[in-house]
């Protein structure tokens, strides 16, 4: 026994996972070390699940490894900062989570001297990716298993051998396929492989429970959430958390997107994020009011290269640590309240309550009085920025004399 190999099976409860701790323990003799890492998107009833399948299936030892506060303080903070969306949709929900899953796997395989680190990802997606390629930094010369990949099995393959095997969990083949997470949750299948077609109201987990209109106002304090409707949080996750309490009985955060996956297939994915879609919005809004056009401009670069660099699986790329220190000095000036109006389906921006607003100055009150300068000084400034024109025009009359026509 004691000269039996150590594998680590990165462990969601699934049907690859639930076949991949059989699998090895009885077909390949290894002693199975079941890990599942948890970033928010797990209840407490699952987990006491995942850990009793876990022994039933043949596991040596069960544990959870709890992620969500790491998460937290090394990708969504970053993600506020910098308003994430991908493509402008997609809150990089499923992509963000897997590595931080991925990172914890890596250390507890060092962690207990294992041999091999086993995860249940297929051929044909990004999260094979990002398994493989934390494990190849993080935990250098431990052998990646993957057999729901390289035996290219089918799925009544592996429900047909786990019940001829004693464990009879029922792996019903649904119509759709969810990932949940602290950062949304997203949905595969169904309707989504017809271009043409949307999800019905039934394909979301959280349903519309809630009727005409709300107020909630969520506070800022450099750029990170500190409390909602007056309620202090020193817990961001449960700040987080209290927000999608008031928001997803809306509907709010429903979209579908549409991407490019990292071995270059187009991907479509549904999901409802009600709090990552109204912290982000709010954020926003109040970095409007707080940050120069210059700050939000460069900012607004640098924070879609992150959010493309997570989905691509390239979170330990060092260039991440200088554009999150950018994202962080960005918001030394981000704090203050946003209020926000919330209704079924959509939400509306109503004001903000900061200290730091650039709204508020004594130059003057946009389209109403100014008192920084002068008529004249208008007049000049006008004048001088239309310099460029002016030359240009005046050294291509033909082109003035065309414009003038077309217009």
């Not at 639930?18 to 002693?31: D, I, P, Q, R």
């Not at 109403?368 to 291509?396: C, N």
Request: hydrophobic share 40%; proline share 2%.
């Amino acid at each position: 026994m004691d000269n039996k190999k150590k594998v680590v099976v990165a462990f969601s409860g699934g049907l690859d996972t639930s076949f991949t701790v059989m699998y090895l323990a009885k077909e390949k003799g290894y002693e199975v070390y079941a890990a599942c890492a948890d970033t928010g998107g797990f209840s407490e009833q699952q987990l006491k699940d995942n850990e009793a399948h876990a022994y039933e299936l043949g596991a040596k030892e069960y544990v959870t490894l709890d992620v969500t506060k790491e998460y937290y303080d090394k990708s969504l903070k970053y993600m506020i900062f910098g308003n994430v969306l991908r493509n402008g949709t997609y809150p990089v929900s499923v992509s963000s989570e897997r590595i931080f899953q991925a990172m914890a796997i890596a250390r507890y395989a060092k962690e207990i001297g294992a041999d091999a680190i086993a995860h249940g990802s297929t051929g044909a997606g990004n999260d094979q990716v990002r398994f493989d390629m934390t494990f190849l930094v993080m935990a250098p010369g431990i052998e990646i298993i993957t057999l729901t990949r390289d035996m290219a099995l089918t799925r009544q393959f592996e429900v047909d051998y786990l019940n001829e095997h004693g464990f009879k969990a029922d792996f019903k083949k649904l119509k759709y396929s969810y990932n949940v997470g602290l950062w949304g949750t997203s949905i595969c299948g169904g309707e989504i492989l017809d271009s043409k077609q949307g999800l019905p109201e039934s394909a979301y987990l959280k349903q519309v429970t809630k009727e005409g209109s709300e107020v909630i106002e969520i506070g800022f304090e450099k750029g990170e959430i500190v409390s909602v409707n007056g309620e202090q949080f020193s817990d961001k996750v449960a700040a987080i958390q209290k927000v999608e309490s008031i928001a997803a009985p809306y509907g709010i955060g429903r979209d579908m997107h549409v991407g490019d996956t990292i071995i270059g297939i187009k991907g479509r994915v549904g999901f409802e994020a009600a709090a990552p879609m109204l912290i982000m919005a709010a954020h926003k809004f109040l970095e409007k009011f707080t940050l120069s056009k210059w700050q939000q401009y460069w900012k607004d670069q640098v924070a879609n290269w992150y959010g493309m660099f997570l989905h691509e699986s390239q979170y330990l790329e060092p260039v991440m640590r200088d554009i999150e220190a950018m994202l962080t000095e960005s918001q030394r000036n981000v704090t203050g309240k946003v209020t926000m109006e919330l209704r079924p389906w959509s939400f509306s921006t109503v004001g903000v309550d900061s200290p730091c607003d650039l709204v508020k100055t004594k130059f003057g009150e946009y389209g109403e009085m100014q008192k920084g300068w002068t008529s004249e000084d208008a007049k000049g400034f006008i004048k001088v920025s239309s310099t460029p024109l002016r030359v240009y025009y005046t050294a291509h009359k033909d082109e003035g004399e065309k414009l003038e026509k077309e217009l």
